[in-house]
């Protein structure tokens, strides 16, 4: 069935269902060089190796679960989304994909679609209705990942849309509290890594602290524009200009 649908052969794959093959059957392991998982149904590899959104359509038409998930907790949503794919967005939404389903990090696909830079999965999210104030267990949210992405067209889309400007990054479980502490102690105890110093100059901070930490200019602007307070501190006790 796999295969079948991967070749756009939709007769044999419909036969094949006919005679009994599981729509969501899954995946017994990880193919060399594809970064897909165990447990994976065949709409969740069309979700990421096929641009269109004809196999999905047909294995939506046939029942499959849109909102099933592999063992690296990807749904095919998710996939779509990170991939830049809007037409297939749309037909999983269509065919009832979840859009506020969250990865194993708690974020729900908006966040994805911010960070990617995907607009056009962004956009098609928040029509359905997608939470634009959710974040995941470090507390990121879409604006945050836009800011630090630098897509300036996204970031001006979820103001529009009435994110929070400042919002700000709050940990969601103790995981996430105890990473936050780990980074900020070796940063304490003198640890000189420049991806450790810009995980803990950014933690717990505003979209502000995350454009300005990166260098997005445009983003800055924008966020200054929509009243952004520039005096805010971090947990760092660092403010934007600071950063």
Known sequence: LFFAVLQ????VAGELIKQGENVDQRSTGQAPGVLLHAG??????????IHGDSAA?????????????????FCALALSVMGGHA??????LEGGADPKQRDHLGGQVLLAS????????????????????DANIFGACALHGSAQAGDH???????DRRA?????HVPQTTFATVAYFGVSSMLN????????????????????????????????????????DQDLKNNMGKTALEL
Not at 42 to 49: M, R, T, W
Not at 57 to 73: E, M
Not at 114 to 133: G, H, M, N, V
């Open 8 to 11: 756009g052969d939709f007769e």
């Open 114 to 133: 911010s960070s990617f830079a995907r607009y056009d999965c962004c956009k098609t999210l928040l029509d359905c209705k997608a939470d634009i104030l």
């Open 87 to 92: 037409k297939l967005t749309a037909a999983l």
């Open 153 to 159: 067209e996204i970031l001006c889309l979820l103001l």
């Open 189 to 228: 105890l003198g640890v000189k890594k420049p991806a450790l110093e810009g995980i803990g100059q950014a933690q717990l901070g505003t979209a502000l602290m995350s454009a300005a930490l990166h260098g997005q200019n445009y983003c800055v602007r924008e966020l200054i524009k929509h009243k952004a």
């Open 164 to 168: 929070d400007v400042d919002q700000t």
């Open 40 to 49: 994976s149904t065949p709409l969740i590899v069309v979700s990421y190796l």
């Open 57 to 73: 359509r047909f294995l939506l038409g046939a029942k499959a679960n849109p909102c099933a998930k592999n063992s690296n907790h």
